[in-house]
């Protein structure tokens, strides 16, 4: 099962990082598995350290796969040389146990050294599912079909109607756009491609 967490790592110099990504468990050890390249893998690969932050802010999963908002605010972990999102419902301190070299996707295996709760999880709402699902699928523009884009989208779209509140809009515009723009820098690559060729 894989679980949909905002991972936070810190560079050396303390720059904090932030990034949406599924985490496995094995056992009790935490399974990263970053798409190289990667400021999350450069990171804990440089620091040993990450923090998984559970949250239903789904902003912060649309901003950052779309790079409308990347900057949320931080702070420092309480045990590894990290940094966690300072709104989080909760967070999981982790420490690189094992590094598994892929020349694609490396696997990083972590172990959990310390958690905290923060706030109560009341649950996700359908729109909240919705957009961690629509941030899904922008992160996989490169290697979908667009049709089954629009059929997901679509589908989507429907708990977004029902069940949104600002935040969930906000994060849905956000997607729809990205999708929009991730399309029209496509038709003018192919429309220079082929104006290079008639010249």
């Known amino acids: 099962m ?4 905002i991972v936070t790592t810190a560079a050396c110099d303390g ?3 932030i ?3 599924g985490a496995r468990y094995e056992g009790e050890r935490i399974i990263l598995a970053p798409f ?3 400021t999350t893998l450069d990171n804990v690969i440089a620091t040993r350290a990450a923090v998984l932050n559970f949250t239903t802010d ?3 999963f649309a901003g950052c796969v779309t790079h409308c908002a990347t900057d949320w605010p931080t702070v420092r972990a309480s045990r590894v040389a990290s940094v966690r999102l300072a709104e989080s419902l909760a967070h999981a301190e982790l420490e690189l146990d094992e590094l598994r070299e892929d ?3 490396p696997v990083l295996v972590m172990k959990c050294v310390h958690r905290e709760n923060h706030a109560p999880f009341a649950g996700f709402n359908r729109a909240q599912s919705a957009v961690v699902e629509g941030a899904i699928l922008v992160s996989r523009l490169f ?13 989507l779209q429907i708990a977004i109607d029902k ?11 956000w997607l729809v756009a990205a999708i929009a723009r991730y399309r029209a820098s496509l038709e003018g690559a192919a429309s220079q491609a082929a104006a290079s060729v008639h010249h």
């Open 58 to 60: 789904v902003r912060i």
């Open 2 to 5: 894989i679980h949909e967490t």
């Open 36 to 38: 190289r390249p990667s």
């Open 15 to 17: 720059r904090p990082h």
């Open 143 to 155: 290697m979908l079909p667009a049709d089954k884009v629009d059929r997901e989208m679509a589908y």
């Open 19 to 21: 990034a949406p990504m």
């Open 103 to 105: 020349e694609q996707r």
């Open 163 to 173: 069940t949104a509140g600002e935040n969930e809009r906000t994060a849905w515009d």
